[in-house]
């Protein structure tokens, strides 16, 4: 007798959002969250209409805000199961979540819920300074204003570093080795998702626990993902 198998459960599909406008960003950290995603999960990736290629200040924020609203009124996130916003600033995730009913996850939101796990104390290193109060307005909306020890930067302008695909790594080690010895963090998110595969490339350079945000994006915004699809409509 043949025994029939049975049908497979469609494939969980995440949307992420680059609210940068450089496509190759988008690409590499779109390689990256499919890299930290299990198995039946498809992750796509849409890069902002408008905006700056890279988010340096707080005009640019604004834009790229916009750009990432304007981009769900063309079209609504229908057909995926959860959608990260990856830039550090998580661009318009409260209002989205207002407007939309599918679970959004903003890559600085994961992060430091993922570095401030047990009560860790923990930092932010990045390129860009103008963004330090808004980073640490983010930390302590999320609830981590007791752990969160500040924002530690790299050295030198902040477009320049960041494009420097050669250099980056080192600046974001330098930082990072800065807020051990400086501040006595117990875990470190480097905040920004073009920065993503710099994050990769120094992991085992750094002596405490560096957190990642896209793939720490990608795991809450499967565990929300699956909590969202149990629950009853």
Request: glycine share 8%; hydrophobic share 50%; proline share 9%.
């Amino acid at each position: 007798m043949i025994q029939q198998g049975t049908p497979q459960d469609p494939p969980m599909k995440l949307l992420l959002i680059n609210p940068n406008t450089n496509p190759a960003t988008t690409v590499a950290m779109r390689d990256i969250a499919r890299e930290a995603a299990p198995a039946g999960v498809v992750i796509e990736a849409a890069t902002a209409p408008f905006g700056a290629p890279l988010i340096v200040d707080g005009e640019q924020a604004r834009t790229s805000e916009e750009a990432v609203l304007a981009m769900f009124d063309a079209r609504p996130p229908y057909g995926v199961a959860g959608v990260i916003i990856s830039a550090f600033a998580d661009p318009a995730l409260a209002i989205l979540r207002e407007r939309y009913a599918v679970p959004f996850t903003g890559i600085a939101e994961a992060a430091m819920a993922e570095a401030g796990a047990g009560g860790r104390r923990f930092c932010v290193v990045t390129t860009t300074p103008y963004l330090a109060d808004a980073i640490t307005a983010l930390a302590v909306r999320y609830g981590h204003g007791d752990r969160f020890l500040g924002v530690v930067l790299t050295e030198g302008d902040a477009v320049a570093t960041t494009n420097d695909a050669a250099g980056l790594p080192a600046a974001l080690v330098a930082a990072c080795l800065r807020a051990v010895a400086e501040l006595g963090t117990e875990a470190i998110v480097i905040g920004g998702g073009p920065l993503a595969v710099a994050a990769r490339a120094i992991a085992s350079k750094v002596p405490v626990p560096l957190i990642e945000p896209v793939p720490a994006a990608v795991r809450l915004a499967v565990r929300r993902a699956a909590e969202h699809a149990e629950v009853p409509v």
